[in-house]
């Protein structure tokens, strides 16, 4: 009986003395990082990126304004009409950006973002051919602030007189031109080029795009009506109503047809220094 008694003593004794220890400490648990995310404080790798920080040897400023012109010129100021259409998805602004760089192999080519309405309000100095334009060279200026390019190339839309009316054909578009009973058809693409310098601003070199390929009595006789590039399409060419323009592709291919030519001819005799 003593005996059982002492067992059981040393029994509860054991039971306090554990119960006393301290428990272990827990292990700390592991965080993983997710996979793809960016440690806090660290620069974004998709951010820094944003920036195109290359060099540059030439800054362009692409500005044909995406509108297609569906025009009609009478013998009579009722006969006159003139309706824009927006043609962005035709991509001539890329378009511009691919000959230039074709033009200009083996240098760096970059596009320069630049305010619309800083552009239209640049353009209301007159036209690009004037031999001082100090608001279209503020504009490129300006919008180049945040760049360093040895050159600028701006590349707009371009005016002219259409035949001998008072009449002017700009841009790109499609123009019907006579009476009832003999009209003609006409598909057009007018740029002009100018060539800044890059720390003075300067205009290099500038001129319209020319096919180069038309004698220039047949302008003069009226033979054709537009100086620069066009070619004369069928009566049915010209769309039954302006809506139609943005998704006929014939139209569009001959728009990029006659801006390529012209581009390709005229943007490598400009950028020779």
Not at 245 to 259: F, M, P, S, W
């Amino acid at each position: 009986m003593f005996r059982i008694c002492l067992t059981a003593l040393s029994l509860v004794g054991l039971i306090s003395v554990a119960a006393a220890q301290p428990a272990p400490p827990s292990a700390t648990p592991t965080t993983r990082p997710v996979k793809g995310a960016t440690p806090k404080g660290a620069p974004n790798p998709k951010q820094a990126g944003a920036v195109d920080a290359g060099p540059c040897e030439i800054g362009l400023l692409a500005a044909p304004a995406n509108r297609f012109g569906v025009q009609q010129v009478g013998f009579t100021v009722f006969g006159n009409e003139y309706t824009p259409v927006p043609v962005d998805s035709w991509g001539l602004d890329d378009l511009i950006l691919s000959r230039l760089r074709a033009a200009a192999a083996g240098k760096s080519v970059r596009r320069i973002a630049y305010s619309p309405a800083a552009f239209a309000h640049a353009v209301e100095s007159g036209s690009p051919m004037l031999r001082r334009n100090p608001e279209r060279q503020e504009f490129v200026q300006q919008s180049a602030a945040t760049t360093k390019c040895q050159r600028y190339v701006l590349v707009e839309r371009y005016q002219n007189r259409f035949s001998n009316t008072n009449q002017s054909v700009e841009g790109f578009g499609i123009v019907k031109w006579g009476n009832p009973i003999k009209r003609r058809t006409f598909l057009f693409a007018l740029t002009y080029i100018t060539v800044y310098d890059g720390q003075s601003f300067e205009a290099i070199k500038k001129g319209a795009a020319s096919l180069d390929d038309e004698p220039m009595m047949s302008r003069l006789i009226g033979i054709n009506p537009i100086s620069g590039p066009n070619r004369e399409l069928d009566e049915a060419a010209f769309p039954s109503a302006p809506a139609e323009v943005a998704a006929n592709a014939k139209l569009r291919d001959g728009v990029r047809a006659l801006l390529t030519t012209s581009l390709d001819r005229t943007l490598p005799q400009l950028l020779q220094q």
